[in-house]
């Protein structure tokens, strides 16, 4: 990932996700209702959605700079 600016959204969207899994870690652990649980994975879940969608947008991004063929990128984008 070339664009540092990117990168450190990335990051931080990415961290922030790794510290919504150890509380959904920690709720299990302590037995918590399920219904709250599902609520936290779909958090987690959403917080991962938008780093990939990022990574995924710099992708396309570099290969439309460097003139490469965007098919595998748009095909995965598509099926994100």
Same mark, same amino acid.
Do not use: Y
């Given at each position: 990932?070339? +664009?540092?600016?990117? %990168?450190?959204?990335?990051? #931080?969207?990415?961290?922030r $996700? &790794? =510290?919504?899994?150890?509380?959904?870690?920690?709720?299990?652990?302590d037995?918590?209702?399920?219904? +709250?649980?599902?609520? %936290?994975?779909?958090?987690? #879940?959403?917080?991962?959605? $938008? &780093? =990939?969608?990022?990574?995924?947008?710099?992708?396309?991004?570099?290969?439309?700079?460097?003139?490469? +063929?965007?098919?595998?990128a748009?095909?995965?984008?598509?099926n994100?």
């Amino acid at each position: 990932m070339r +664009d540092k600016e990117r %990168q450190t959204e990335v990051l #931080r969207r990415l961290k922030r $996700a &790794a =510290g919504q899994v150890a509380g959904v870690i920690r709720m299990v652990e302590d037995g918590r209702d399920c219904g +709250d649980v599902i609520q %936290q994975v779909k958090a987690v #879940r959403t917080a991962m959605d $938008a &780093a =990939g969608k990022l990574v995924l947008a710099c992708h396309l991004e570099e290969l439309v700079a460097e003139g490469k +063929d965007t098919d595998g990128a748009l095909s995965l984008l598509m099926n994100f």
